[in-house]
């Protein structure tokens, strides 16, 4: 039977896939450490390494990677912009990963993140937990009538919009490829200029590609409205974290939510309590009263874990079985 290294695995996915596996039969080897150079070796035996969204999938380790005789590269994930495509392509391995495993729940967890940062929930969480009742400094705004701007209209992008749709606010998308059923919804198509200037809201779901790194950077907060709320559940690379900061203090940005960081790597799904965390444009940032970080959380439900791990051991089944899967990188 097939083995199967899997790296990065926190005890949620050693559940989701094991009972998923009952299915396939596959021998599951769980790392709780990420895939790099120093612990490729851990994959030997193995035809196959499953890997998620930060670990090193860079040319070096790719390389030792196939000398252990691995053939296949599964992403429990949608990103793949970590994978050395070329050099995989060289090595003769192949890569599959999970296109969509849950948007409802990176949708829902945006417009949760959306509405803390608007009601103060966090703050109110804090004050009520000393007795202290006050409501000042928790003044928030109605979304039924404002402005979002939502760039990507893909299958979260889409997701989200219909929720925001539901609460009653102006949508406004920028997408190269216009998707029939955001205008269905009456979402309005526009340039990314006219998104920045007009948004009371703005959320990314868009890919990382080398076009959209640091889509949000100093240029772009310079259009938008005095007090705009940036939400970013996609990839930390397309929001500038530096430039945020001065955005943050100058007012431009009013509120900012966090569920992805351009340096999350070193930091997130790892507990760091007991560290001092060392990323001085992190430290900035999370002093911030209008800033709200989750930890990379927002696939996180039970409902996705099961998606992911059904689609992957899918994958992995047509793989072993010479089949395709409709789900290949390469």
Do not use: W
Not at 139 to 168: C, D, P, Y
């Amino acid at each position: 039977m097939l083995n199967v290294a899997m790296f990065s695995s926190k005890s949620y996915d050693e559940k989701s896939f094991s009972d998923i596996n009952r299915e396939f039969g596959f021998n599951l080897h769980f790392h709780d450490f990420r895939l790099k150079q120093k612990t490729a070796r851990m994959a030997q035996g193995c035809e196959v390494v499953c890997a998620f969204v930060n670990d090193d999938l860079s040319a070096l380790v790719l390389k030792e990677l196939a000398e252990n005789g691995v053939k296949l590269i599964a992403m429990r994930c949608a990103g793949y912009d970590r994978v050395d495509l070329a050099a995989a392509k060289q090595l003769g391995l192949q890569v599959v990963r999970v296109p969509a495993y849950s948007p409802e729940a990176v949708a829902e967890h945006t417009v949760g993140m959306m509405m803390c940062l608007n009601r103060r929930f966090h703050k109110a969480y804090q004050r009520t937990r000393d007795a202290n009742f006050s409501l000042e400094g928790l003044v928030g705004f109605n979304f039924h009538g404002k402005t979002v701007g939502v760039f990507g209209s893909g299958k979260i992008g889409l997701a989200t919009m219909r929720i925001l749709h539901g609460l009653g606010m102006n949508i406004l998308c920028f997408d190269p490829y216009e998707n029939p059923q955001a205008i269905e919804l009456g979402v309005t198509y526009c340039d990314k200029d006219t998104l920045l200037k007009s948004s009371d809201i703005i959320t990314l779901h868009c890919p990382m590609t080398p076009e959209n790194y640091h889509l949000l950077n100093q240029e772009a907060f310079d259009k938008m409205k005095d007090g705009v709320m940036i939400i970013n559940t996609s990839r930390g690379e397309l929001l500038d974290s530096a430039a945020a900061i001065e955005a943050l203090k100058q007012g431009r940005i009013g509120s900012l939510g966090l569920d992805v960081y351009d340096n999350e790597k070193d930091l997130f799904f790892q507990d760091k309590s007991n560290d001092i965390v060392v990323d001085d444009v992190f430290r900035r940032l999370s002093a911030c009263h209008n800033v709200l970080f989750t930890g990379h959380q927002a696939f996180l439900t039970s409902d996705a874990l099961a998606n992911i791990a059904q689609t992957t051991l899918s994958n992995i089944k047509a793989f072993s079985q010479n089949q395709v899967s409709g789900n290949e990188v390469i």
